[in-house]
């Protein structure tokens, strides 16, 4: 089964985009980030008709996830759990059933939480902690799960060009990069990393000062998996080429193969 991730900065600007990769790529579940629209006005029939199951987690103008899965998604939640009054769609969850494995996937997009210090920085902070606490739940249950999606940090200096411009960026903070390693510690596997090491792959280049031709890029679209999730790990890729084609996002997809 190929499962992606992949923010997609806006669905309206990524109408044509994003169905093109789909016909490339042919992923099996993909969860998405940043589709930036309220759920009536997403546009599922495009996606449908490629033979996907659609759900959303939609909000107006920002944030906003979903999944796209050509499996029945069940049993599918929205909401990180933890926090009632946190109206901001950032998760959402669903169960996919393969050959010999029921796989809870869930899709994320993780705050970024600048400036530092400030409120968007405590928020991002408290998100960890809950996001922690759901996959403590997960693994209490012995239920096979992979979180994937936008999480806004850069685990280590690797997986920045230029390390040394993110210092004080939330995404770099050492508050923000321990919650990531207790997150890890736990026993999830970072995908990517288990698969490729050393430094210079990226997933991320902002559209200023030309960092996409300049290769000033930073690796922040993850999938962390569960035990049993990765042992059945086969393959772990980002898509690069795709931010250099016409309209694209900033961010590319990034995908793994497993055996369920």
Known sequence: MKIASFNINGIKARVAALPDWLDEAQPDVVVLQEIKSVDEAFPREMLEERGYNVET?????????????K?????????????????????????????????RVCGLYLPNGNPVPGPKYEYKLAWMTRLQARAEALLAEE???LM?????????????????NWREDALFRPESRAAWRRLVNLGLTDAFRARTQGPGHYSFWDYQAGAWNRNN???IDHFLLSPTVADRLRACQIDRDVRGRDKPSDHVPIWVELEI
């Open 57 to 69: 987690h939609g909000q107006k103008s920002f944030n906003g996830v979903a999944i796209l899965s």
């Open 71 to 103: 499996l029945p998604l069940e049993d599918v939640t929205r909401g990180l759990p933890g926090d009632d009054e946190d109206d901001q769609a950032r998760w959402i969850e669903a169960t996919v059933v393969g050959d010999d494995l029921a796989l």
């Open 143 to 145: 239920t096979p799960f």
């Open 148 to 164: 994937a999606g936008d999480y806004n940090i850069i685990p280590q200096a690797e997986d920045a060009a230029k390390p040394d």
């Open 217 to 219: 890029g930073i690796r």
